[in-house]
């Protein structure tokens, strides 16, 4: 039974009504907000049964990983089942859910993914600290990318990593860049063909068929219209220079 008051907010250009148990979930929103419409875009209501699926997921994650289950909250719990649900929804926008994060730089964007704990937040931070006002964190964990015949777009999310790092606003996507750990700085461009897997590899995968499919076509059409990089690096002050030179 739902207990809370439904609220709208605007992601990518879309207005999305949700219908929540736990009031944090408008809490966590709040910078994305917007008022209701009689006709939204995308409905979804977040039930006790999805929340239930997040806390058994995290609990076979833990156990998988050989750690204590970590006693998370029930409505943290229901961010969770709000993002697994309006994960899919963007995909009839040509919208997809990518895991990384993104940072502007004079109005561009620049995207970088690796998988979890190799650095890319740390290498966003680095961004910030060189180019200070220049620099508009986007996203720092989960943005939003707009696939158009111009080009992508990267929008901020409430869904932002563990530092609650993002701004709700939209920028030209520039460049993508896969970083890898090393004890040097280094940046080379990379064909299609070699980012297309680590592209899927940090994208947001639907279980269902036709959503699956969807996702595939718009991330090749993503991929060809942007620049795309691989970068080994040391996470020193250097590396962001040698990254944003790289790409620029």
Same mark, same amino acid.
């Given at each position: 039974?739902?207990t ?13 009504k ?6 944090? #979930?408008?809490?966590?929103c ?5 008022e209701?419409?009689?006709?939204p ?6 039930s006790?049964?999805d929340?239930?699926?997040?806390? &058994? ?7 998988? =990983?050989?750690?204590?289950v970590?006693?998370?909250?029930? %409505?943290?719990?229901?961010t969770?089942a ?5 994960a899919?929804?963007? #995909? ?9 994060? !993104?940072?502007?730089v %004079?109005?561009?964007g ?14 966003a ?7 200070? &006002? ?5 996203n ?8 158009? &015949?111009?080009?992508v777009?990267?929008?901020g999310t409430?869904? %932002?990593g ?10 030209? #996507?520039?460049?993508? !860049?896969?970083l ?5 700085n280094?940046i080379?461009?990379v ?6 897997p680590l592209l899927?590899? =940090?994208?947001?995968?639907p279980?269902?068929?036709d959503?699956? &499919?969807?996702?595939? #076509? ?10 795309l990089?691989?970068?080994? !690096?040391?996470?020193? =002050? ?5 990254a944003?030179h790289?790409?620029?």
């Amino acid at each position: 039974m739902q207990t809370e008051k439904p609220f709208c907010i605007r992601l990518a250009g879309r207005t999305i009504k949700i219908s929540p148990l736990h009031p944090y #979930l408008r809490t966590y929103c709040r910078a994305y907000l917007t008022e209701p419409l009689a006709r939204p875009d995308v409905t979804i209501t977040i039930s006790e049964d999805d929340v239930a699926f997040e806390w &058994e997921k995290s609990r076979r994650e833990d156990e998988r =990983q050989g750690r204590p289950v970590r006693p998370f909250p029930d %409505d943290y719990l229901e961010t969770l089942a709000a993002y697994r649900k309006i994960a899919v929804a963007p #995909l009839d926008y040509d919208t997809l859910l990518f895991h990384g994060s !993104c940072i502007a730089v %004079d109005g561009a964007g620049y995207l970088f993914a690796a998988p979890s704990g190799t650095g890319k937040s740390t290498h966003a931070r680095l961004w910030r600290e060189l180019f200070g &006002e220049r620099a508009v964190m986007v996203n720092d964990d989960k943005p939003l990318l707009k696939v158009t &015949e111009q080009g992508v777009t990267a929008y901020g999310t409430p869904w %932002d990593g563990k530092h609650r790092l993002s701004t709700n606003t939209a920028v030209p #996507l520039h460049a993508v !860049c896969f970083l890898n750990r090393g004890e040097t700085n280094h940046i080379a461009p990379v064909d299609f063909w070699t980012a297309f897997p680590l592209l899927l590899r =940090q994208t947001y995968r639907p279980e269902e068929r036709d959503a699956m &499919e969807k996702t595939l #076509l718009l991330l090749e059409k993503a991929a060809s219209q942007v620049r795309l990089y691989t970068m080994d !690096c040391n996470l020193s =002050q250097d590396a962001a220079k040698v990254a944003y030179h790289g790409m620029k």
